[in-house]
């Protein structure tokens, strides 16, 4: 093998590593999510599997964009910054 082959791979692992990273961020994702029929999920799955990237990246934007319409447990809104003053402050539950 020349020697010109090895320049390529860190490319390739980080490649590598990136693309495992990206898999199994979206089947988490997809295995702990309520809202998908277990249809669904199959399909999902087989799109992450098969196509890898593309079905990932495709996964995790239909995801977001379920996920965000989902009001908050607690009925609460996410907190906001008043200003420096607001770091004392002790609230009661």
């Known amino acids: 093998m020349p020697i010109e082959y090895l320049m390529w791979a860190p490319l390739v692992v980080l490649s ?5 990273t ?7 994702s997809l295995a702990g999510s309520s809202w998908v029929s277990s249809s669904a999920r199959r399909g999902w ?4 599997v098969l196509l890898p990237v593309a079905g990932s ?9 379920q ?10 809104q996410p907190p ?11 609230r009661d539950p």
């Open 16 to 20: 590598l590593v990136l693309y495992l």
């Open 22 to 28: 990206l898999a199994v961020a979206a089947l988490f």
């Open 45 to 48: 799955t087989l799109a992450v």
């Open 57 to 65: 990246v495709l996964w995790l934007a239909a995801s977001h964009r």
């Open 67 to 76: 996920t965000a319409a989902f009001p908050t447990d607690d009925g609460d």
């Open 80 to 90: 906001t910054f008043e200003g420096p003053d607001v770091l004392f402050e002790i």
